[in-house]
T-cell receptor
């Protein structure tokens, strides 16, 4: 399968625990994005990587959140000391980011649904 | 500020045409995306408009007016499988991050 993959697909955790999600983008894509989506809302941007460099972070990304893309391939998103308000679908997307046009299209993974009890 | 507005819900009949409108205000703008999202699934790409005008792709067409900050998605010959949420997203700024609206939940009835 050559699409974006995310693991795990579902995660249930207790408040206060740490969780880590993984995203494997399409192999030739150098741009990687994390979004968060709650029920009935559109996805909200969290952070952006170009290769291994984290170039933009949303104000939504509190200090409990950290993301890495160590070798410019897969990425991880960690949430420390989870809160019930962190319950959401976490989506990863990648794009080739070549000049203009439809190359800006972001391909989304299936998401990781987090439930914090 | 950043603001994307689209209707929350719409209902249409199988075989009919429906138009979903979207207005946007963003600090950076490269173009306008439309994505389809079925419940519990990832968004899938429908269209991307950079220039003003209408782009047609099979049963789906998308229109953009940059001066008015306005776009619409037109779905023709509606099918039951078109029941889904339709997300309008502005491609904003140098990082091409997407700024999404809340999505329009379309229900296609027989």
């Amino acid at each position: 399968d050559t699409g974006v993959s995310q693991n795990p697909r579902h995660k249930i955790t207790k408040r206060g625990q740490n969780v880590t999600f993984r995203c494997d983008p399409i192999s030739e894509h150098n741009r990687l994005y994390w979004y968060r989506q709650t029920l009935g809302q559109g996805p909200e941007f969290l952070t952006y990587f170009q290769n291994e460099a984290q170039l933009e972070k949303s104000r939504l990304l509190s200090d409990r959140f950290s993301a890495e893309r160590p070798k410019g391939s897969f990425s991880t998103l960690e949430i420390q000391r989870t809160e019930q308000g962190d319950s959401a679908m976490y989506l990863c997307a990648s794009s080739s980011g070549l000049a203009g046009g439809v190359d800006n299209e972001q391909f989304f993974g299936p998401g990781t649904r987090l439930t914090v009890l | 500020g950043q603001n994307i507005d689209q209707p929350t819900e719409m209902t249409a009949t199988e075989g009919a045409i429906v138009q979903i409108n979207c207005t946007y205000q963003t600090s950076g703008f490269n173009g306008l995306f439309w994505y389809q999202q079925h419940a519990g699934e990832a968004p899938t790409f429908l269209s991307y408009n950079v220039l003003d005008g209408l782009e047609e792709k099979g049963r789906f067409s998308s229109f953009l007016s940059r001066s008015k900050g306005y776009s619409y998605l037109l779905l023709k010959e509606l099918q039951m499988k078109d029941s889904a949420s339709y997300l309008c997203a502005a491609d904003g700024g140098a990082t091409n991050k997407l700024i999404f609206g809340t999505g329009t939940l379309l229900a296609v009835q027989p």
